[in-house]
């Protein structure tokens, strides 16, 4: 079965780093793109970035560029979203998704969609 | 950036009904980098529709997607009781990803 299982919960105060985590298990971890999708309580989706594990290739929405940093360690099929410095309004819930892609020299030729999901982390930042 | 908009924001309907949501892209936007997902509360949210219009794997053929560049829509032909939920479409475009802000459908 094609999974990813995220971290548990998390309760951090403003300032304290943070590093959550997404594993893949029964397909290629390295074959398939891994998304960060934010979502505030009430609020609809924010994609955050996306890595490729297989060479690290990261992208990020400039919302988010500088704010968070995305990684992913291929030979534990685990990718990352971290934080260094905290803030309130970091409070969401947190996704991460295989994102499927089809490239051509570096450019999406075709997109197929976040196909599968975790089931989302809860980061709570308060003083 | 791309810009998406849904609409409408809530539809009320009842089991058995069509639903036609809209979504309408800021600018121009290949069929191949648009997609649609539902999310129900709780839940993570579920990839129905990839490349516009192709279901994606095992999801029921009541629900069908169409359109091309900025007008775009989903539609479920009876909806079912289970089909009640958020739906969100996304794109890809200028090496950015969006969602727009989401329909909800609920019963009526």
């Known amino acids: 079965e094609v999974q990813l299982v995220q971290s548990g919960a998390e309760v951090k105060k403003p300032g304290e780093s943070l590093k959550i985590s997404c594993k893949g298990s029964?397909?290629?971890?390295?074959?398939?793109?891994i998304g960060w999708v934010r979502q505030m309580a009430g609020k609809g989706l924010e994609w955050v970035g996306i890595?490729?594990?297989?060479?690290?290739?990261?992208r990020y929405s400039p919302s988010f560029q500088g704010q968070v940093t995305i990684s992913a360690d291929k030979s534990i099929s685990t990718g990352y979203l971290q934080w260094s410095s905290l803030k309130a309004s970091d409070t969401a819930m947190y996704y991460c998704?295989?994102?499927?892609?089809?490239?051509?020299?570096?450019?999406?030729?075709?997109?197929?969609?976040?196909?599968?999901w975790g089931q989302g982390t809860t980061v709570t930042v308060s003083s | 950036e791309i810009v998406l908009t849904q609409s409408p924001g809530t539809l009320s309907l009842s089991p058995g009904e069509r639903a036609t949501l809209s979504c309408r892209a800021s600018?121009?936007?290949?069929?191949?980098?648009l997609a649609w997902y539902q999310q129900k509360p709780g839940q993570a949210p579920r990839l129905l529709i990839y490349g516009a219009s192709s279901r994606a794997t095992g999801i029921p053929d009541r629900f069908s997607g169409s359109g091309s560049g900025t007008d775009f829509t989903l539609t479920i032909s009876r909806l079912e009781p289970e089909d009640f939920a958020v739906y969100y479409c996304?794109?890809?475009?200028?090496?950015?990803?969006?969602f727009g802000p989401g329909t909800k459908v609920e019963i009526k």
């Open positions: 029964g397909y290629s971890f390295t074959s398939y793109w």
């Open positions: 998704a295989r994102v499927s892609i089809t490239m051509v020299r570096g450019l999406i030729y075709y997109y197929y969609g976040m196909d599968v």
């Open positions: 996304q794109q890809y475009g200028n090496s950015l990803f969006t």
């Open positions: 600018q121009s936007v290949s069929s191949s980098y």
């Open positions: 890595i490729y594990p297989g060479d690290s290739d990261t």
